[in-house]
């Protein structure tokens, strides 16, 4: 999905999406260097977020091992 940054208004900046509505965003969360009327690309990345889960569901598994030996 790609996003156009129309305006920045004090932390945010104002996003519009493909169906004309428009959201505030973050500041923070724009790529530095973004200025208004650049186009962002939003997009899901399916192998990260399940290296992220394995992650979490190890450091589960492990806190889980400490909390029984407690």
């Not at 999905?1 to 959201?23: A, C, H, Y």
């Not at 990345?45 to 909390?67: F, P």
Request: charged share 35%.
């Amino acid at each position: 999905m790609k996003v156009l940054i129309t305006r920045f208004e004090g932390n945010f900046s104002v996003v519009e999406f493909p169906d004309m509505t428009f959201v505030d965003m973050l500041v923070s969360l724009i790529p530095e260097g973004a200025e208004e009327g650049d186009v962002l690309s939003i997009e899901i990345g399916k192998e990260k977020t399940e290296s992220c889960k394995e992650k979490i569901k190890k450091l589960m598994d492990d806190l889980g091992r400490v909390a029984v030996q407690i």
